[in-house]
């Protein structure tokens, strides 16, 4: 084990922060070094601690594990089971301390795949995050950006991202504010002092934006419609969410008619149709958006056909397509149940399975903003220089990680006849192997 102790004054200007110290480094408790004059550099991803005849340092920011401080102490713990403890800074320790977490939280960030402009930081707040069977409690920063809220604290960096699509109910308490998503997972916010009307005003806000575009948006498609279960439409599918064929047609049966033909003016009704009837089902799933989704612009929807049996084509799949944007034009497919379980499923298991599946394949695609990119790339591009960001997102994100071990392959479309081919042949390669990482590929994508 290495640890570096490091006191002194800092100075900096522009994208590199600078630190004078003296430092003394140890390794098993046992000293290696110490001197006088050392500096400590930070820049967007690494820090380094240069001191006198050579002798430097560097640390990977994305290597430090958790951050704490205490007594004008900083400790940094790193992945590789080392230690960095820096002391004595004096007047520049809480500067010091800013920088190191403000350096560390925004390459988390971007590492997160989030891409969103802030629309409110800097509110300090007590939480108590609650999911699924897991608690955990704290003091952190809250930020509203254009999508979603982000809970970070200066320790752990980020704790949870909450995409507004997900977001089921907002209550009010005592000076706290719940937020409770569609699987349950609850946000309870506390002590944030006179910065709680400001929040709680930014975030109704960004919801009530959220729902007005999609208000305008299906106003446009369904015409004349009655505004309450047009309103009831618009929340069912706000930013992203997906929504059900039955739950579409139970507000209105000319909703789906309208939202379908929409599918066809983005260019996109012939792969519907195919995939819809080679699925032989209408348990079909449909979501929409305005504005920001990873790299498409404009206004888009997509749409989630499941191949389970026995009328459909091979089963055990998930095929999701996007409609409009500036996007590649690709299908993407994604597995219902393991491929160590599946061949002892019926088809009335696999369909009990879709709902759920289904919606966790919609939280985890507004988690990573519907990035498609770090979910197809292979294991070995992600060693790649343009592909580094993705590589850390893929150990990092559970939304991520799940839709890789999901993701069976897809299939990119350069005629009508080659894409329905590729999609038969997918489908077939998907139920005639156990093994769980295998993806499917086209011949001349193998590499």
Known sequence: ?????????????????????????????????????????????????????????????????????????????LISGEEVL??????????????????????????????????????????????????????????????????????????????????EEISEGNYFLTITTDCGDTLELSHMGRNMERFRRHLSGALNNLTEQTLDYLRELLPGSNPFSLHQLAQLLRDGRLARKDDIDALNPRFWAGLHERIHCLG???????????????????????????????DYMWFLVPFAGPTSGPGNA??????????????????????????????????????????????????INFRREPIYLPEHRLTEPPYERY???????????????RFIGRVIRRSGEQWKDDVMELLTFNTGTTDPKAKWRRGSEKR
């Open 1 to 77: 084990m290495q640890t570096f102790e490091c006191l002194g004054q800092g100075h900096g200007g522009g994208d590199l922060i600078r630190y004078t110290i003296s430092y003394r480094i140890t390794r098993n408790a046992q000293t290696v070094a110490a001197g006088e004059g050392a500096v400590i550099e930070c820049d967007e991803e690494t820090m380094r601690l240069r001191s006198d005849f050579g002798d430097m340092w560097t640390i990977p920011l994305r290597q430090i594990l958790h951050l704490q401080k205490a007594d004008y102490r900083i400790v940094m713990g």
């Open 86 to 167: 820096l002391y004595h800074a004096g007047r520049h320790y809480e500067p010091l301390w800013r920088d190191l977490t403000r350096r560390r939280n925004d390459l988390m960030i971007s590492d997160a795949l989030v891409y969103e402009k802030v629309k409110l930081d800097g509110v300090g707040a007590r939480y108590r995050l609650s999911r699924r069977e897991e608690a955990s409690e704290g003091e952190g920063e809250v930020r509203l950006h254009e999508a979603s809220l982000l809970l970070l604290s200066d320790e752990e960096g980020i704790v949870a991202r909450v995409p507004y699509g997900l977001i």
């Open 268 to 298: 996109r009704g012939e792969e519907h149709r195919f995939l819809c009837a080679l699925a032989g089902t209408n348990d079909l799933f449909l979501g929409m958006k305005r504005g920001l989704m990873g790299d498409l612009t404009g």
């Open 318 to 367: 998930l095929a999701l397509e996007v409609a409009g944007g500036e996007g590649g034009r690709a299908t993407y497919f994604f597995r219902i149940a393991d491929r160590a379980c599946s061949p002892g499923l019926s088809y009335e298991d696999l369909s009990e399975l879709i709902p759920t599946v289904a919606a966790e394949l919609n939280r985890c695609m507004l988690s």
């Open 391 to 405: 590589a850390h997102a893929a150990v990092n994100l559970p939304a991520l990680q799940w839709l890789r071990n």
